[in-house]
């Protein structure tokens, strides 16, 4: 973590021995094709709003798939977001030297699945 801040980021995401991002400091990452939503296939501890925003998203017919994420990969996707207990989505433009759209309608999409969960 304090590397990355060194380095300019605001926090710090987690890569694997495979070269997979997995996720961040107190955060599950979560992508977006420009269709489908994309989990990352790599060892995470989810968090309850993953739960919730994914089980809210199939319920909304939204296409979602698990996916090794590696940086050089990365750069074919059209944004991604973090979520944990705060935030259902909150955008990602940068991780290490990929730079990533902000993609409103996703981090739109994230926060109408959760919301959508009954109380």
């Known amino acids: 973590m304090h590397q990355a801040v060194r380095q300019g980021f605001d926090d710090a ?23 489908a939503v994309v989990w990352p296939e790599a060892a995470v501890l989810a968090g309850v709003t993953t739960g919730v925003v994914s089980r809210q998203l199939k319920r909304l017919g939204i296409p979602q798939r698990r996916e090794e994420i590696t940086l ?3 750069k074919h996707l059209q944004g991604a977001a973090v979520m944990n207990s705060w935030t259902p989505g909150v955008p990602v433009t940068t991780i290490g030297q990929v730079v990533l759209p902000e993609a409103k309608p996703f981090i739109e999409l994230l926060h109408k699945a959760y919301i959508a969960e009954p109380i």
């Not at 995401?13 to 495979?18: L, Q, W």
């Open 72 to 74: 050089e990969n990365l």
């Open 13 to 35: 995401a987690f890569v694997d021995r495979r070269g997979r991002l997995s996720e961040a400091t107190i955060w599950n990452l979560v992508y977006w094709d420009g269709e």
